[in-house]
């Protein structure tokens, strides 16, 4: 019998499980393959060039093809590709990484956990924060409270502190213990612009939660995005976080800013809690920190929580939470790379200047025929398509316009997330520059043009 080469396409078909993908829908449209970037640039298999406006998923903050992260990549590859950090061992990357991200992060926050990705830093803060409350002999502290809209991951603990509709259903998710509140969405809002009215309501509707779950005694922690990602770039008014993190601290409840897409510039500077002046008990990170060159992600703790663990743990043998891969060297030199991309590299100032043009060019489209709202901050945005821009009315879901938004977008060169609400998400990477700005903006126009 004659052999026959089966295209790529049949083979992903018939064989890969896709994250975050219906399985049928999958089986009718076959994926994209990407096959090299450089700079803002990506091409696929059939050699079109497309303009990527999110960073593969807000992540390669540095733009593609940075050799000197590949050469900190095979460098550390060559001389030692793994070394564990359990017993007590350790590597060099892994300890840097850490003091850096101490000195970089708010000064709260002096203890780093390595994790593999933003979903399993999300998983472990959730441990480490059942560790500590029982620890310091709080063991009723067992309710988490998060956002409506807010996305904290995919595992099977952090899918139920993600309020999105794809992540519980049939998956028995949220848990009895994990519960949401309403997301400070101005655009939504009956309040409309009022910024103290929407920051008072939140504060009142997070303290309204905790006493129906019996007070603070019974609560954890609350988790947050300073800016909702995958909720749909749902920017809270400023000062809406700090309100939050100071509504937490009266109430003795742990506070926990999930910066795995804001940070690392995404927002402008660093960190997004910088931006707010907020010291969080925690902070996730993922994403930028590797830039996508290499997975991984960290909690960060404050030294009380540290201490909280370490006195407690007195005389036991071990603090049962760990990754074969925690602190992969690979990963950390590739994380101390990026961030001297950064900080010494010129990225994030960049990314800086940019977000001026950035903030412009979203303006520009606010009275596009199709456009409800736009917002962002820093390199991170959103334009809100209404089929009624009084009304403020959502398109019908039959229409599918989502999928007919990103095909249009990806047909004018140009590569955006087109969420379930019609909503364009934007995260083009801190190295893009001028002509690309308004090349990834006038591609999206067109694109908004075409659906007219
Ligand atoms: N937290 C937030 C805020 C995220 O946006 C994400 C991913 O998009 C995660 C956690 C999960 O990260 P990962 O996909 O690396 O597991």
Request: aromatic fraction near 10%; glycine fraction near 10%.
């Amino acid at each position: 019998m004659l052999k026959r080469n089966r295209s790529l396409l049949d083979i992903d078909r018939d064989h890969l499980i896709h994250p975050v993908t219906s399985f049928h829908g999958h089986e009718a449209r076959g994926a994209t393959f990407l096959e090299s970037g450089k700079g803002m640039w990506v091409k696929d298999r059939d050699g079109n060039e497309l303009l990527d406006a999110f960073a593969g998923l807000w992540c390669v903050n540095v733009g593609y093809g940075q050799e000197s992260i590949v050469e900190a990549a095979a460098e550390q590859m060559r001389r030692l590709p793994y070394a564990t950090g359990y017993f007590h061992f350790g590597s060099e990357p892994a300890v840097k990484l850490a003091e850096r991200l101490v000195q970089l992060a708010p000064s709260s926050l002096t203890r780093v956990f390595f994790t593999l990705g933003g979903s399993d830093a999300v998983d472990s803060a959730v441990r480490y924060i059942t560790h500590y409350w029982n620890a310091v002999g709080k063991p009723t502290k067992k309710h988490y409270i998060a956002l409506e809209r807010g996305y904290h991951g995919s595992s099977s603990t952090g899918a139920g502190l993600t309020a999105l509709a794809n992540f519980h259903r049939l998956f028995d998710l949220p848990r009895p213990w994990q519960h949401h509140i309403p997301s400070p969405y101005p655009y939504r809002s009956d309040l409309g612009d009022d910024a103290a009215a929407i920051i008072a309501r939140s504060v009142a509707q997070f303290q309204a939660k905790v006493d129906e779950l019996g007070g603070p005694d019974n609560v954890a922690a609350f988790f947050c995005e300073p800016i909702q990602g995958s909720g749909g770039v749902i920017v809270p008014p400023k000062g809406w976080l700090k309100a939050m993190r100071d509504a937490c601290r009266d109430l003795d409840i742990l506070f926990l800013a999930d910066e795995v897409i804001t940070g690392f510039g995404r927002t402008g500077p660093l960190f997004a809690c910088e931006q707010e002046e907020v010291e969080p008990d925690l902070m996730t990170v993922a994403k930028g920190l590797t830039a996508g060159y290499a997975p991984m992600g960290a909690v960060l703790m404050s030294e009380e929580i540290y201490q909280g663990i370490a006195e407690a743990a007195k005389g036991a043998d071990v603090i049962g939470h760990g990754f074969t891969y925690s602190g992969h060297p690979v990963s950390a030199a590739v994380g101390l790379e990026v961030i001297r991309l950064y900080t010494e590299g010129g990225i994030l100032a960049n990314g800086q200047a940019r977000a001026e043009d950035f903030a412009a060019e979203l303006e520009s489209l606010a009275d596009h025929p199709l456009v409800g709202d736009v917002r962002g901050r820093g390199l991170l945005g959103a334009i809100e398509l209404v089929a009624d821009k009084q009304q403020k009315s959502r398109f019908d879901p039959s229409l599918k316009l989502p999928d007919r938004l990103f095909k249009q977008g990806y047909a004018n060169g140009v590569i955006f997330r087109a969420f379930g609400d019609n909503i364009i998400g934007l995260a083009p990477a801190l190295c893009c520059n001028a002509a690309e700005m308004a090349l990834i903006f006038q591609r999206i126009r067109k694109t908004l043009d075409d659906l007219l």
